[in-house]
């Protein structure tokens, strides 16, 4: 049985920038793939004067909401330019005058998807992650995807295979669950990695790298099985390593059209809202990410 859609099906925080414009582009096309609505929104925060004897400028406001108008126009645009003719979208857009991550983590609650780009116009446009997509990943209640503003846009043929890391975690399961949904849509090869050690071991005296190998491979095999049965059309394509997950997955995801993590992983990290593994896949790599959430 399908589940109903959510009400605000795969929603787009929206500034204008760069990035911005490359999350509305892939938004559509996967929103296009499956078959939800998109909802654009571009939110503004009013201007406070930092001091009393400050006088707000005049027509601030009508400037900023004129400025999001703006914004939205050029974004529908861009999302109906690059949906195919056969796979229409439903496209919403809305101004809020509220603040970026509060308010895209409260429409998370009802959302298939939020969809950020990676940084946005201001100061913060020139570090590896800003600050809006970072908060919204970490609290997000729903799977978020960031785009980077150099992220490839394939066509929706395109043959490059989706890439998922799995460590057996909760996080993990609702990664995986994601990437056979992703991988199936887009008729590609899933790519399902596992690194059995992330820690850097020398050739140790009387270790059975073997067995602890052919372990692995049994755990991979379990986390598959299931989801190969529910998706007998996705051609799954296994790779262990022994190796740091996240050197793997960056180094894999040159290769990717897609790469799936979870929010977190096992190990001494595991208990932060983003986990070492996701945050530095994420902050690396120009391929789109969608980090999933463990319910």
């Known amino acids: 049985m399908t589940a109903p859609e959510k009400r605000n099906g795969i929603v787009v925080g929206v500034d204008g920038s760069a990035a911005s414009n490359a999350a509305v582009v892939w938004a559509a096309r996967d929103a296009a793939l499956r078959n939800v609505s998109l909802t654009l929104v571009h939110m ?8 009393p004897q400050v006088p707000m400028p005049s027509g601030v406001a009508l400037w900023q909401l004129d400025d999001g108008r703006q914004a939205l126009e050029q974004a529908v645009k861009m999302a109906r330019d690059v949906v195919q003719a056969d796979r229409k979208v439903a496209i919403t857009s809305e101004v809020k005058p509220s603040p970026a991550v509060p308010t895209l983590v409260e429409m998370s609650d009802d959302a298939e998807m939020i969809v950020v780009g990676s940084t946005g116009r201001g100061a913060v446009e020139r570090v590896l992650l800003g600050s809006v997509s970072s908060a919204v990943v970490r609290g997000a209640k729903c799977p978020v995807a960031v785009i980077r503003p150099d992220a490839p846009t394939p066509p929706l043929g395109d043959h490059a295979p989706v890439l998922v890391g799995i460590d057996g975690s909760p996080a993990s399961e609702a990664a995986t669950a994601i990437a056979f949904g992703e991988t199936s849509r887009r008729g590609v090869e899933l790519v399902a990695l596992h690194a059995w050690s992330d ?30 049965e529910r998706f007998p059309d996705v ?19 040159e290769a990717a059209q897609l790469v799936v993590l979870g929010s977190h992983g096992r190990g001494s990290l595991s208990g932060v809202m983003l986990g ?11 391929t789109p990410v969608i980090v999933a959430r463990s319910s």
């Open 44 to 51: 503004f925060e009013t201007f406070v004067p930092t001091f």
């Open 199 to 228: 820690i850097e071991f020398f050739e140790l005296p009387g270790y059975d790298w073997t067995a602890v190998g052919a372990e692995a491979e049994r755990n991979l095999a379990e986390c598959l099985a299931g989801w190969q």
């Open 276 to 286: 070492s593994v996701s945050n530095a896949v994420v902050h690396s790599i120009s």
């Open 235 to 253: 051609s799954v394509r296994r790779r262990l390593v022994r190796d740091r997950p996240a050197r793997q997955l960056i180094e894999q995801s």
